[in-house]
C-alpha cells in the first residue's frame, strides 16, 4: 500500500514562498513509474493541480502558476517537494500531494496553508 | 488547457433516487483519460472511477460512468446516504485539469 503525507508549515507570510514536502511509503518514488504531484483546494473551492515530477522526465507545472511553481523529488528520503513563490491570500489552500498517472490516486490527507501577515 | 464544466452546481435527491452529473470538455478528451473523485466534508477526495468506467478499488456498483469525447456523465443508482458528497471529474491531456464540482445534498 502507498501512503503520502504532507508537511510544511501551515502558516506563511504574504509575498514569502510556501515550502511544502511529501513523504511517500510503499513506493520508490526514484524507481516508480508513475508522477508525483501536487493539488491544492482553497477553502470551499475546487481542486487545482499545480504540478508533478517524475523520475527521469522534467517537471510538469499549471501554466496558470507561471514560474511561481517548483517542484523537485530528493529520492535519498523518498520525498518530493513543493515551493510557490510570492505567494497572497489567494494562495490560502488545502495542499495535497498524490500519486498519479492519468488520474490521481492515492492522496495525502492533506494540508491547510494559510497566507496572512 | 482544457476546461471542464460540470453541472448541475447542486443535486438536490432523496436517498433511493438516481443522481446523473454531468462533465463538459472544452476539447475532447480521450475516455481513457477521463475520471470522477468523491469529496466529503473535511476528507481528500476519494478516486471513484477511471478510464472510460473502471471502479476504484472498493467502490460499489452503483456507481457508473459514461460518454465520449466533451460530454461525460457519473451516474449513482439507488442514492445510500454516504452518497451525499461534492463529486469532481478530471481529465488528462496534455495537462491534468478538474472540474468545478457538482454537490449531491440530501433533498
Redesign the interface.
Known amino acids: 500500500q502507498v501512503y503520502l503525507q504532507e508537511s510544511g508549515p501551515g502558516l506563511v507570510k504574504p509575498s514569502e514562498t510556501l515550502s511544502l514536502t511529501c513523504t511517500v511509503s510503499g513506493a520508490s518514488i526514484n524507481f516508480d513509474t508513475f508522477y508525483w504531484g501536487w493539488i491544492r483546494q482553497p477553502p470551499g473551492k475546487g481542486l487545482e493541480w499545480l504540478g508533478s515530477v517524475s523520475s527521469g522526465a522534467n517537471p510538469y507545472h499549471n501554466p496558470s502558476l507561471k514560474s511561481r511553481v517548483t517542484i523537485s523529488m530528493d529520492t535519498s528520503k523518498n520525498q518530493f517537494s513543493l515551493k510557490l513563490n510570492s505567494v497572497t491570500a489567494a494562495d490560502t489552500a488545502v495542499y495535497y500531494c498524490a500519486r498519479h498517472a492519468s488520474w490521481f490516486n492515492p492522496w495525502g490527507q492533506g494540508i491547510l496553508v494559510t497566507v496572512s501577515s | ?1 482544457i476546461v471542464l464544466t460540470q453541472s448541475p452546481g447542486t443535486l438536490s435527491l432523496s436517498p433511493g433516487e438516481t443522481a446523473t452529473l454531468s462533465c463538459r470538455a472544452s476539447e475532447s478528451v480521450r475516455s ?2 477521463l ?1 470522477w ?1 468523491q469529496q466529503k466534508p473535511g476528507q ?2 476519494r ?1 471513484l472511477i ?1 478510464g472510460i468506467s473502471t471502479r ?1 478499488a472498493g467502490v460499489p456498483d452503483r456507481f457508473s460512468a459514461s460518454g465520449s469525447g466533451t460530454d461525460f456523465t457519473l451516474t449513482i443508482s439507488r442514492l445510500e446516504p454516504e452518497d451525499f458528497a461534492v463529486y ?1 471529474c ?1 481529465q ?1 491531456r496534455s ?7 457538482t454537490k449531491v445534498e440530501l433533498k
Open positions: 488547457e481513457t483519460f475520471a473523485y481528500t477526495p478516486l477511471y476504484a469532481f478530471q488528462f495537462s491534468w485539469t478538474f472540474g468545478q464540482g
